[in-house]
């Protein structure tokens, strides 16, 4: 049985940093492309980042983290990460792991979700 499980959220002042973790079993890990969504009160879910490796790692970003968000991954612990630095009041959100063996990333492409961890900046 695949589990994604997402950790790490938490309130956090607007300019501070988090860092999310999720960590994956009953997939092979190193097999699937990996990313975040998010969803904010009231929207829908949306991309925040991806990572996947082929001979090189190649990384995706939505246009509102870059420069802010990191993604990487630890294969050796089957957990993907997303540090967030300079965070906003409106990067509050439930943010998803996801995984998938297609890429580019995209919410109808992905195989497996977890359940999502909470972050909440306040300004």
């Known amino acids: 049985q695949v589990q994604l499980v997402e950790s790490g959220g938490g309130f956090v002042q607007a300019g501070g940093s988090l860092r999310l973790s999720c960590a994956a079993s009953?997939?092979?890990?190193?097999?699937?492309?990996m990313g975040w969504f998010r969803q904010a009160p009231g929207k829908e879910r949306e991309f925040v980042a991806a990572i996947y490796w082929r001979r090189v790692w190649d990384t995706s970003y939505a246009v509102s983290v870059k420069g802010r968000f990191t993604i990487s991954t630890d294969n050796a612990k089957n957990t993907v990460y997303l540090q967030m630095n300079s965070l906003k009041p409106e990067d509050t959100a439930v943010y998803y792991c996801?995984?998938?063996?297609?890429?580019?990333?995209?919410?109808?492409?992905?195989?497996?979700w977890g359940k999502g961890t909470t972050v909440t900046v306040s300004s």
């Open positions: 996801a995984a998938s063996l297609n890429w580019p990333l995209s919410q109808s492409r992905v195989h497996y």
């Open positions: 009953g997939l092979t890990f190193s097999s699937y492309n």
